[in-house]
Nanobody
Framework: QVQLVESGGGLVQAGGSLRLSCAASGRTFSSYDMGWFRQAPGKEREFVAAISRNGGKTYYADSVKDRLTISRDNAKNTLYLQMNGLKPEDTALYYC????????????????WGQGTQVTVSS
């Protein structure tokens, strides 16, 4: 089992940057592909980015490509999401999640979830 705890969210002006972190418990972090999802008020949870277990492959939603970068440090059991050029439409609760499926972009494919960290972008 994997326990996930997100951090790094906050309030930022449009055009600003944030770096989200997701700390994973256990010694099996490197056995999982990892993903970031987000959910805005009144909207469904949506895929943001995913990364393979060794970090060699990354996947992004078109809406965040070239602005957000997913990465991981398996030695530290930590997943990251570097967010640059933030827009008000990026405002949401951001979740990290773990899956044993490669290239997973749907929430139902993920087994473990964190509680989320709030990102608010003001215009």
């Amino acid at each position: 089992q994997v326990q996930l705890v997100e951090s790094g969210g906050g309030l930022v002006q449009a055009g600003g940057s944030l770096r989200l972190s997701c700390a994973a418990s256990g010694r099996t972090f490197s056995s999982y592909d990892m993903g970031w999802f987000r959910q805005a008020p009144g909207k469904e949870r949506e895929f943001v980015a995913a990364i393979s277990r060794n970090g060699g492959k990354t996947y992004y939603a078109d809406s965040v490509k070239d602005r957000l970068t997913i990465s991981r440090d398996n030695a530290k059991n930590t997943l990251y999401l570097q967010m640059n050029g933030l827009k008000p439409e990026d405002t949401a609760l951001y979740y990290c999640a773990a899956t044993r499926m490669a290239g997973a972009e749907w929430s139902w494919q993920y087994e473990y979830w964190g509680q989320g960290t709030q990102v608010t972008v003001s215009s």
